[in-house]
């Protein structure tokens, strides 16, 4: 299991290290990772649609809200 790990933590670093390089092909990089984050944003609500929960229901949950503010606010002192 700790081997595991380790290949999914030397992943991150090895792609970390690739982005420093600054390689031609990897210029477009940054545009790509947004229209792929939108696209699985689509599909998510197309999964939320098909499993019969409304707008409403999503929005007025309070569990989710206090994710969705906890996730604003890290992101806000990370950045």
Request: hydrophobic content about 55%; some cysteine.
């Amino acid at each position: 299991m700790a081997l595991e790990s380790l290949k999914l933590c030397g992943v991150v670093v090895l792609g970390f290290m690739l982005g420093l390089t600054g390689f031609a092909f990897l210029q477009h990089a940054t545009e790509a990772s947004e229209y792929t984050l939108i696209f699985l944003l689509f599909l998510i609500g197309i999964q939320l649609r098909n499993n019969g929960m409304t707008l409403k229901q999503i929005v007025l949950n309070r569990r989710g809200m206090m994710v969705a503010v906890i996730v604003v606010g890290s992101s806000l002192v990370g950045g």
